[in-house]
């Protein structure tokens, strides 16, 4: 079965400092891996994915993401906060060549603030 | 501009009304997914369709109901035998193809208040 783990259901940054959004996962196969944004009362956008090709993956809005294996991680960054960065964020994980996203499985979120 | 329409945003519902929440897309997509999210637990599916006239259950399939009579409409009615309705439903849709990385996009989300 697979499963993915957010740790920090809330972290805070000072503007212009580094983000970092931990997300572990757990998966018997190779995994599909996913972050997605949500703002206040919108719905999620996806803000990259990891397909098994290139390990360090690149977003939209500066922010990009690292897979690594060993340590089954899949951890957000970004260098440099901007208050536009306040949101929730959505770890997820999937089977590779599994045909339907209904067998996408998120974490539980994680509320990013930015301090003035 | 291609996307996913779920309306209304906010409802109002007493106890035992059933409620229907619509979802539109005009993205072509096959499947479409309605997901509810309750703080601190992300997201839970309720029901999918990968085609027209067909759908399944997902995890918390209990008090709600779907129809998917037309490729571009997915309603999620939510019935008087769901016991804790007041959440915030998202709408989604993908492609159906066989890679398994299929993105979902989402509509803007309908909050449901119970009162």
């Known amino acids: 079965a697979q499963s993915v783990t957010q740790l920090g259901s809330h972290v805070s940054v000072s503007e212009g400092a580094l983000v970092l959004l931990r997300c572990n996962y757990s998966?018997?196969?190779?995994?599909?891996l996913f972050w997605y944004v949500q703002y206040p009362n919108q719905g999620l956008q996806l803000l990259l994915k990891y397909t098994s090709a290139a390990t360090l993956v690149k977003g939209i809005n500066g922010f990009e993401a690292e897979f690594k294996k060993s340590e089954t991680s899949f951890h957000l960054t970004k260098p440099s906060a901007h208050m536009s960065d306040a949101a929730e964020y959505f770890c997820?994980?999937?089977?590779?060549?599994?045909?339907?996203?209904?067998?996408?499985?998120f974490g539980s979120g994680t509320r990013l603030s930015i301090r003035p | 501009d291609g996307g996913i329409t779920q309306s209304p945003k906010y409802l109002f519902r007493k106890e035992g009304q059933n409620v229907t929440l619509s979802c539109e897309q005009n993205?072509?997509?096959?499947?479409m997914y309605w997901y509810r999210q309750d703080p601190g637990q992300g997201l839970r599916l309720i029901y999918y369709?990968?085609?027209?006239?067909d759908f399944q259950k997902g995890d918390i399939a209990e008090g709600y109901s779907v129809s998917r009579e037309k490729k571009e409409s997915f309603p999620l009615t939510v019935t008087s035998a769901q016991k804790n309705p007041t959440a915030f439903y998202l709408c989604?849709?993908?492609?159906?193809w066989g890679s398994g990385a299929n993105v979902l996009t989402f509509g803007a989300g309908s909050r449901l208040t119970v009162l």
């Open positions: 993205l072509n997509h096959d499947a």
């Open positions: 998966s018997s196969v190779p995994p599909y």
């Open positions: 989604a849709s993908s492609i159906l």
């Open positions: 369709s990968q085609i027209v006239n």
């Open positions: 997820a994980v999937t089977r590779s060549g599994y045909s339907s996203a209904s067998k996408i499985i």
